[in-house]
């Protein structure tokens, strides 16, 4: 059915008010931190002084800055590990319908349906070298010699950081048991009369058929790195010596010291953001569907 042009405005009417707070909020939001990259100013926005591409230029010679990325790329990395592999085999198991099965479920849902803030502040109590519960623990069965700088310590402390990924694999696990009820049973049962064993039926078969929720969780755990925040400042403010700092605590550490230049806290914004699209844009590329000859996907 052919859609005439006074049913083309008439949709246009309906999601012009979404248009217009996006246009609002996200547009000129977008706008403004470009505009204000190119300028040496102060968080009173006055006496601004253009400088061109310098804050840009010094951005990215700041091997501060320059790690950041890199540990928002190896969190992500990190994150994706555990959710293919942890998340998957959880979700196998809670689908075989086990005794305990929702139990263990609960224990891995609920922690993603809680704020992160609430969960890294939990950890950092938890972690804590003098009175935090782990070390406590130790020194109670004996195993002091285990008892770590578990925060202050640059290794440990990135583990640390990773380690809560363990628990926020609650998304991962609802992707992964929708993904499941598309498969078809008898392609299981089919490989069962060929002899494979439980290993290779994982992995040789429920895990490639399930390549929709693997694009799925890589595409919103790497971008969901770049706008993280709560975890890293909770647990080490992105110490210690800004090993473990992202590119989230970076920006909001240099835009609370004294005096800073906003232009050059939004160039590096502008470059987060770009590095994100960049993601975004490949994996789109990546994952579309292709087209057989018959025009199929």
Sequence with gaps: MKITGREHVVGFMFIAPLLLLFSVFLVYGFY????????DQTLSFRDAT????????????????????????????AAILISLSVGFLVSVVLNM???????????FFIPSFMPLALIAMVFSIMLEFRFG??????????????????????????MSIISISVFLIGLPMMYYNADMTTINAGILEAAVIDGAGLGRMLWSVMFPLLKNAHKTIILSTLLGSFREFERVFLLTQGGPAGTTENSSVYIYSFARSAGANI????????????????????????YRPRTGKGGRA
């Design 32 to 39: 403004f931190i470009v505009h204000a990259s190119f300028y």
């Design 50 to 77: 253009f400088v061109g591409w310098d804050n840009y230029v010094t951005a990215l010679s700041d091997n501060r800055f320059l790690r950041s990325i890199v540990n928002n790329l190896a969190y992500s990395a």
């Design 97 to 107: 319908g086990i005794r305990g099965s929702k139990l263990l479920g609960s224990l």
């Design 133 to 158: 519960t782990l070390n406590q623990l130790l020194h109670g069965i004996g195993l002091d010699f285990l008892a770590q700088r578990w925060l202050s310590d640059p290794t440990l402390a990135y």
């Design 263 to 286: 232009g050059y806290v939004c160039a590096a914004s502008v470059i987060v953001l770009l590095i994100a699209l960049g993601i975004s844009v490949i994996q789109l590329i990546a």
